[in-house]
Protein backbone atom coordinates (compact mmCIF):
# COMPACT_ATOMS: atom_id res chain seq x y z
CA UNK A 1 0.00 0.00 0.00
CA UNK A 2 1.23 3.18 -0.83
CA UNK A 3 1.09 5.66 1.90
CA UNK A 4 1.96 9.77 2.23
CA UNK A 5 4.54 11.15 4.34
CA UNK A 6 2.41 12.32 6.93
CA UNK A 7 0.27 8.99 7.35
CA UNK A 8 4.17 7.34 7.42
CA UNK A 9 5.38 9.49 10.09
CA UNK A 10 2.49 8.81 12.42
CA UNK A 11 2.41 4.74 11.66
CA UNK A 12 6.21 5.43 12.76
CA UNK A 13 5.00 7.48 16.35
CA UNK A 14 3.16 4.32 17.01
CA UNK A 15 5.67 1.88 16.55
CA UNK A 16 8.66 0.42 18.49
CA UNK A 17 10.94 -2.25 18.25
CA UNK A 18 12.10 -1.41 14.98
CA UNK A 19 14.50 -3.28 12.77
CA UNK A 20 16.15 -1.47 9.36
CA UNK A 21 17.15 -3.89 6.80
CA UNK A 22 19.90 -2.62 4.50
CA UNK A 23 20.88 -4.02 1.07
CA UNK A 24 24.32 -6.81 1.01
CA UNK A 25 27.09 -5.52 -0.39
CA UNK A 26 26.11 -2.52 1.42
CA UNK A 27 26.60 1.10 0.08
CA UNK A 28 26.29 4.65 1.22
CA UNK A 29 22.83 5.06 0.54
CA UNK A 30 21.69 2.25 2.41
CA UNK A 31 23.55 2.81 5.03
CA UNK A 32 23.12 6.51 5.24
CA UNK A 33 19.44 6.08 5.02
CA UNK A 34 19.05 2.81 7.29
CA UNK A 35 21.33 4.95 9.88
CA UNK A 36 19.60 7.76 9.60
CA UNK A 37 16.15 6.69 10.10
CA UNK A 38 17.82 4.49 13.25
CA UNK A 39 19.18 8.01 14.86
CA UNK A 40 15.93 9.82 13.79
CA UNK A 41 14.12 6.63 15.40
CA UNK A 42 16.59 6.60 18.39
CA UNK A 43 16.04 10.21 18.87
CA UNK A 44 11.81 9.50 19.60
CA UNK A 45 13.32 7.11 22.49
CA UNK A 46 12.56 4.05 20.19
CA UNK A 47 14.09 1.02 20.73
CA UNK A 48 15.58 0.29 16.86
CA UNK A 49 18.73 -1.89 15.04
CA UNK A 50 19.97 -1.63 12.23
CA UNK A 51 20.98 -4.97 10.10
CA UNK A 52 23.04 -5.85 7.26
CA UNK A 53 24.16 -9.70 5.91
CA UNK A 54 27.44 -9.05 5.20
CA UNK A 55 28.04 -6.37 8.37
CA UNK A 56 29.24 -2.62 8.17
CA UNK A 57 32.07 -2.42 5.78
CA UNK A 58 35.45 -0.31 7.61
CA UNK A 59 34.91 2.63 4.95
CA UNK A 60 31.03 3.17 6.54
CA UNK A 61 31.74 2.26 10.37
CA UNK A 62 31.75 6.44 11.08
CA UNK A 63 28.43 5.73 10.99
CA UNK A 64 27.89 2.72 12.90
CA UNK A 65 27.13 3.27 17.10
CA UNK A 66 29.54 1.26 19.46
CA UNK A 67 26.34 -1.02 20.43
CA UNK A 68 24.02 -2.56 17.50
CA UNK A 69 22.75 -5.37 17.95
CA UNK A 70 19.49 -7.06 17.94
CA UNK A 71 18.60 -7.33 21.38
CA UNK A 72 14.82 -7.53 21.50
CA UNK A 73 11.87 -9.35 19.61
CA UNK A 74 11.27 -7.10 16.39
CA UNK A 75 7.79 -5.87 15.96
CA UNK A 76 7.71 -3.57 13.02
CA UNK A 77 10.07 -4.27 9.67
CA UNK A 78 11.42 -1.34 7.41
CA UNK A 79 13.36 -1.45 4.26
CA UNK A 80 15.70 0.89 2.88
CA UNK A 81 17.17 1.27 -0.78
CA UNK A 82 16.42 -2.45 -1.20
CA UNK A 83 14.37 -3.24 -4.69
CA UNK A 84 13.74 -6.64 -4.16
CA UNK A 85 14.06 -9.39 -1.70
CA UNK A 86 17.05 -11.20 -3.23
CA UNK A 87 19.29 -8.01 -2.17
CA UNK A 88 18.50 -9.23 1.31
CA UNK A 89 21.56 -11.26 1.23
CA UNK A 90 21.43 -14.97 3.33
CA UNK A 91 21.79 -13.98 6.63
CA UNK A 92 18.52 -11.40 6.26
CA UNK A 93 16.51 -13.43 3.95
CA UNK A 94 14.34 -14.59 6.83
CA UNK A 95 12.48 -11.37 6.18
CA UNK A 96 11.68 -11.46 3.18
CA UNK A 97 7.99 -11.95 3.73
CA UNK A 98 7.73 -9.73 6.79
CA UNK A 99 8.50 -6.34 5.71
CA UNK A 100 5.75 -3.70 7.19
CA UNK A 101 7.43 -0.40 4.93
CA UNK A 102 9.52 0.02 2.37
CA UNK A 103 11.35 2.92 1.64
CA UNK A 104 12.81 3.18 -1.54
CA UNK A 105 13.84 5.25 -4.71
CA UNK A 106 14.84 2.32 -7.11
CA UNK A 107 12.04 2.30 -9.95
CA UNK A 108 12.23 -1.66 -10.44
CA UNK A 109 11.40 -1.62 -6.55
CA UNK A 110 9.39 -5.09 -6.65
CA UNK A 111 8.88 -5.62 -2.45
CA UNK A 112 5.43 -6.22 -1.28
CA UNK A 113 5.79 -4.42 1.85
CA UNK A 114 2.17 -3.48 4.25
CA UNK A 115 3.08 0.12 3.59
CA UNK A 116 5.58 1.71 0.60
CA UNK A 117 6.80 4.66 0.49
CA UNK A 118 8.98 4.16 -3.21
CA UNK A 119 9.82 6.81 -5.03
CA UNK A 120 11.76 6.79 -8.13
CA UNK A 121 12.55 10.62 -8.47
CA UNK A 122 14.50 10.37 -5.57
CA UNK A 123 18.10 11.16 -5.80
CA UNK A 124 18.63 8.68 -2.88
CA UNK A 125 16.80 6.69 -0.40
CA UNK A 126 18.58 9.22 1.78
CA UNK A 127 16.67 12.24 0.51
CA UNK A 128 13.40 9.98 1.37
CA UNK A 129 14.62 9.58 5.23
CA UNK A 130 15.15 12.99 5.25
CA UNK A 131 12.03 13.99 4.51
CA UNK A 132 10.51 11.42 7.18
CA UNK A 133 13.37 13.26 9.94
CA UNK A 134 12.61 16.92 9.04
CA UNK A 135 9.07 15.77 10.31
CA UNK A 136 9.86 13.96 13.60
CA UNK A 137 12.85 16.02 14.66
CA UNK A 138 13.16 19.82 15.55
CA UNK A 139 16.64 20.01 13.36
CA UNK A 140 18.37 17.34 11.59
CA UNK A 141 21.83 17.64 13.11
CA UNK A 142 24.66 15.37 14.92
CA UNK A 143 24.60 11.82 13.57
CA UNK A 144 20.96 12.17 11.96
CA UNK A 145 22.73 15.02 9.48
CA UNK A 146 25.47 12.67 9.09
CA UNK A 147 23.85 10.06 7.86
CA UNK A 148 21.77 11.89 5.29
CA UNK A 149 24.47 13.50 3.99
CA UNK A 150 26.58 10.61 3.15
CA UNK A 151 23.34 8.83 1.80
CA UNK A 152 22.61 11.72 -0.76
CA UNK A 153 26.40 12.48 -1.68
CA UNK A 154 27.36 8.95 -2.15
CA UNK A 155 24.22 7.82 -4.62
CA UNK A 156 24.73 11.19 -6.67
CA UNK A 157 28.32 10.90 -7.07
CA UNK A 158 28.94 14.11 -4.85
CA UNK A 159 25.62 15.99 -6.86
CA UNK A 160 26.71 15.44 -10.17
CA UNK A 161 24.44 12.51 -11.43
CA UNK A 162 21.76 12.83 -13.41
CA UNK A 163 19.77 11.73 -10.60
CA UNK A 164 20.69 14.69 -8.66
CA UNK A 165 17.57 16.36 -7.57
CA UNK A 166 16.71 20.24 -6.22
CA UNK A 167 15.31 19.35 -3.22
CA UNK A 168 18.41 16.89 -2.39
CA UNK A 169 20.61 20.19 -2.88
CA UNK A 170 18.26 22.29 -0.79
CA UNK A 171 18.42 19.45 2.06
CA UNK A 172 22.12 19.29 1.65
CA UNK A 173 21.69 23.11 2.34
CA UNK A 174 19.93 22.89 5.21
CA UNK A 175 22.09 20.04 6.35
CA UNK A 176 25.54 22.15 6.65
CA UNK A 177 23.79 25.22 8.11
CA UNK A 178 23.03 22.28 11.01
CA UNK A 179 26.94 22.00 11.21
CA UNK A 180 27.51 18.27 9.08
CA UNK A 181 31.26 17.66 8.50
CA UNK A 182 30.77 17.77 4.46
CA UNK A 183 34.62 18.37 3.45
CA UNK A 184 35.16 14.77 5.93
CA UNK A 185 32.33 13.22 4.73
CA UNK A 186 33.04 13.84 0.84
CA UNK A 187 37.19 13.02 1.35
CA UNK A 188 36.48 10.17 2.96
CA UNK A 189 33.69 8.68 0.29
CA UNK A 190 35.57 10.57 -2.55
CA UNK A 191 39.13 11.57 -2.01
CA UNK A 192 40.22 8.72 -0.12
CA UNK A 193 41.95 5.34 -2.17
CA UNK A 194 43.06 2.11 -0.65
CA UNK A 195 46.28 0.55 -2.46
CA UNK A 196 43.52 -2.51 -3.05
CA UNK A 197 41.10 0.38 -4.87
CA UNK A 198 44.35 1.88 -6.64
CA UNK A 199 45.33 -1.65 -8.17
CA UNK A 200 41.42 -2.68 -9.00
CA UNK A 201 41.25 0.67 -11.09
CA UNK A 202 44.38 0.11 -12.84
CA UNK A 203 42.92 -3.52 -14.09
CA UNK A 204 39.61 -1.96 -15.12
CA UNK A 205 41.57 0.79 -17.22
CA UNK A 206 44.70 -1.81 -18.21
CA UNK A 207 41.28 -4.62 -19.32
CA UNK A 208 39.30 -2.17 -21.05
CA UNK A 209 37.62 -2.98 -24.39
CA UNK A 210 35.44 -1.43 -27.05
CA UNK A 211 32.72 -2.28 -29.13
CA UNK A 212 30.08 -0.93 -30.87
CA UNK A 213 32.33 1.66 -32.47
CA UNK A 214 33.37 2.84 -29.09
CA UNK A 215 30.19 3.45 -28.08
CA UNK A 216 30.07 1.20 -25.37
CA UNK A 217 33.75 0.02 -23.01
CA UNK A 218 33.27 -3.39 -21.06
CA UNK A 219 36.24 -4.60 -18.88
CA UNK A 220 36.05 -7.55 -16.03
CA UNK A 221 37.41 -8.08 -12.91
CA UNK A 222 38.26 -12.06 -12.11
CA UNK A 223 38.06 -13.48 -8.35
CA UNK A 224 41.95 -13.99 -8.55
CA UNK A 225 42.57 -10.72 -9.22
CA UNK A 226 40.45 -9.37 -6.92
CA UNK A 227 41.98 -11.87 -4.20
CA UNK A 228 45.43 -11.00 -5.36
CA UNK A 229 44.66 -7.32 -4.84
CA UNK A 230 42.71 -7.75 -1.21
CA UNK A 231 39.81 -6.35 -2.84
CA UNK A 232 36.07 -7.17 -1.53
CA UNK A 233 33.20 -5.55 -2.52
CA UNK A 234 33.47 -2.27 -1.22
CA UNK A 235 36.30 -2.03 -2.83
CA UNK A 236 34.26 -1.68 -6.38
CA UNK A 237 32.26 1.03 -4.84
CA UNK A 238 31.86 3.56 -7.92
CA UNK A 239 34.40 1.92 -10.05
CA UNK A 240 31.64 1.14 -12.77
CA UNK A 241 31.65 4.67 -13.66
CA UNK A 242 34.89 4.68 -15.09
CA UNK A 243 33.59 3.15 -18.28
CA UNK A 244 31.44 5.78 -18.68
CA UNK A 245 33.89 8.52 -18.03
CA UNK A 246 35.24 7.72 -21.49
CA UNK A 247 34.79 10.16 -24.53
CA UNK A 248 32.39 8.77 -26.90
CA UNK A 249 31.38 5.48 -24.55
CA UNK A 250 27.32 6.15 -24.23
CA UNK A 251 27.57 2.42 -22.51
CA UNK A 252 29.75 1.11 -19.88
CA UNK A 253 29.96 -2.74 -18.66
CA UNK A 254 31.90 -3.50 -15.63
CA UNK A 255 31.76 -7.46 -15.07
CA UNK A 256 33.04 -9.04 -12.01
CA UNK A 257 33.73 -12.89 -11.03
CA UNK A 258 31.51 -14.19 -8.54
CA UNK A 259 31.73 -17.56 -8.57
CA UNK A 260 32.63 -20.30 -11.51
CA UNK A 261 30.86 -19.61 -14.76
CA UNK A 262 28.63 -16.47 -12.62
CA UNK A 263 29.44 -12.65 -13.37
CA UNK A 264 27.75 -9.69 -12.16
CA UNK A 265 27.57 -6.87 -13.97
CA UNK A 266 27.36 -3.13 -13.72
CA UNK A 267 25.91 -1.38 -16.23
CA UNK A 268 26.54 2.98 -16.76
CA UNK A 269 24.87 4.80 -19.43
CA UNK A 270 24.89 8.49 -20.63
CA UNK A 271 21.30 9.86 -22.36
CA UNK A 272 20.83 7.96 -24.69
CA UNK A 273 20.37 4.51 -23.28
CA UNK A 274 17.84 3.05 -20.45
CA UNK A 275 20.47 1.33 -18.25
CA UNK A 276 17.57 -0.32 -15.92
CA UNK A 277 16.10 -1.42 -18.89
CA UNK A 278 19.33 -3.21 -20.08
CA UNK A 279 20.02 -4.58 -16.94
CA UNK A 280 16.29 -6.46 -16.91
CA UNK A 281 16.79 -8.09 -20.09
CA UNK A 282 19.12 -10.30 -18.17
CA UNK A 283 16.80 -10.54 -14.42
CA UNK A 284 18.02 -7.35 -13.06
CA UNK A 285 17.46 -3.81 -12.26
CA UNK A 286 17.93 -0.17 -11.47
CA UNK A 287 18.07 3.22 -12.71
CA UNK A 288 18.09 4.96 -15.56
CA UNK A 289 21.71 5.31 -15.77
CA UNK A 290 22.97 3.02 -13.53
CA UNK A 291 22.02 -0.94 -13.45
CA UNK A 292 22.71 -4.47 -12.40
CA UNK A 293 22.63 -7.94 -13.52
CA UNK A 294 23.86 -11.26 -13.18
CA UNK A 295 24.73 -13.97 -15.95
CA UNK A 296 25.93 -17.40 -15.81
CA UNK A 297 28.27 -18.73 -18.59
CA UNK A 298 31.75 -18.56 -19.35
CA UNK A 299 33.52 -14.80 -19.65
CA UNK A 300 33.12 -15.08 -23.36
CA UNK A 301 29.70 -15.90 -23.31
CA UNK A 302 29.09 -13.44 -20.86
CA UNK A 303 30.56 -10.67 -22.99
CA UNK A 304 29.00 -11.50 -26.48
CA UNK A 305 25.47 -11.55 -24.52
CA UNK A 306 26.56 -8.00 -23.42
CA UNK A 307 27.91 -6.98 -26.88
CA UNK A 308 24.60 -7.89 -28.56
CA UNK A 309 22.86 -6.35 -26.17
CA UNK A 310 24.59 -3.07 -26.42
CA UNK A 311 24.39 -3.30 -30.00
CA UNK A 312 20.72 -3.69 -29.69
CA UNK A 313 20.69 -0.54 -27.28
CA UNK A 314 23.00 1.28 -29.14
CA UNK A 315 21.00 1.32 -32.62
CA UNK A 316 17.39 1.79 -31.02
MN1 LIG B 1 20.15 4.26 -3.34
Given amino acids: MKTNLLE?????????????????????????????????LKHLGKHACV????????????????????????EFV??????????????LERYANQIDLCIDHHISNQISANYAYVIPEASSAAELVYQIAEKLVDKIEGPIATALYTGIVTDTGCFKYSNTTVECHLYAAELMKNGVEF???????????????LGLERLILDGMEFYCDGKCAMTAVSRKEMEELGADNTTFDGVSAIARQIEGVELGFTIREDGANFYKISIRTSEK???????????????????????????????????QAAQRSLTN
Fill in 8 to 40: LCELLCQQDNIVILTHKNPDGDTLGSGFGLYYT
Fill in 51 to 74: LNSDGFPERYQFLVPDHMELDFEP
Fill in 78 to 91: ISVDIADTTLLGNQ
Fill in 183 to 197: EKINRAMFETKSRAR
Fill in 273 to 307: VDASQLGRLFGGGGHKRAAGCNISGTLTEVKEKLI
